[in-house]
């Protein structure tokens, strides 16, 4: 079990991390969530109608991974999510949901975002995948979620928006943020029609290069 100031510190930068998901436009009228790893078998993870004004430290919620909480607020209605990402992914310290718009104009779609440009690879692959629509807060949206984070760090939630992992918190909110830049300039690329994507090779050229700068 994490020690104590471990704990305050995850919730001070939980916190901040809403916060500044808010500042960023991510998480209008609190569609969204954050949560981070804690110890072996927990998280902490933002309360269900937190606005970046009302979000303190003492806000988090800690859940463990079977959904055991308690203490007057309720976790985010999708911790079932967050829960399984953790469970199914060893690499997950952080993970970031948003409704923000740009991802949400992708997924309502139901089509993966391309590999129209190579940054679309951070994300570990050619293209980020849109997973089947399935009603907020249930097992089976967990599951859909947590089996496309195997391959990839984020998904597009058909119908709904994404979620992304990564090592910490701060790199999640970037990842969340990168998807949303991505899913715009995306949208733009369209009104020319369908864009060009990278092929085989140039993924292959672009893998090679990112994991020797240490960037994958
Ligand atoms: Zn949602």
């Known amino acids: 079990m994490a020690d104590n100031a471990e704990e305050d510190a995850l919730r001070v930068a939980l916190a901040q991390q809403y916060r500044y998901v808010g500042s960023l436009g991510l998480n209008e009228l609190a569609s969204g969530n954050l949560s981070c790893r804690l110890g072996a078998d927990a998280m902490l993870i933002s309360p269900g109608g937190a606005t970046p004004e009302s979000m303190q430290p003492e806000s988090a919620v800690k859940v463990t991974l079977d959904g055991a909480w308690a203490g007057e607020r309720k976790p985010s209605s999708e911790w079932r999510m967050h829960a399984a990402i953790y469970q199914q992914h060893a690499a997950a310290g952080a993970v970031v949901h948003t409704h923000s718009d740009y991802c949400v104009a992708v997924a309502s779609h139901n089509q993966p975002l391309p590999g129209f440009h190579y940054l679309v690879g951070s994300f570990g692959g050619n293209d980020v995948p849109c997973v089947s629509y399935a009603t907020f807060g249930t097992d089976e949206l967990a599951r859909n979620a947590a089996n496309a984070l195997t391959d990839r760090t984020a998904c597009l939630l058909g119908n709904h928006g994404m979620i992304c992992r990564g090592d910490d918190l701060a790199s999640a909110v ?20 369908e864009p060009d994507v990278l092929n085989d090779a140039q993924w292959k050229d672009f893998f090679e290069r990112a994991r020797a700068a240490g960037y994958l």
């Open 174 to 193: 970037e990842a969340a943020h990168r998807l949303e830049i991505m899913c715009r300039q995306y949208v733009l690329a369209r009104q020319l029609g």
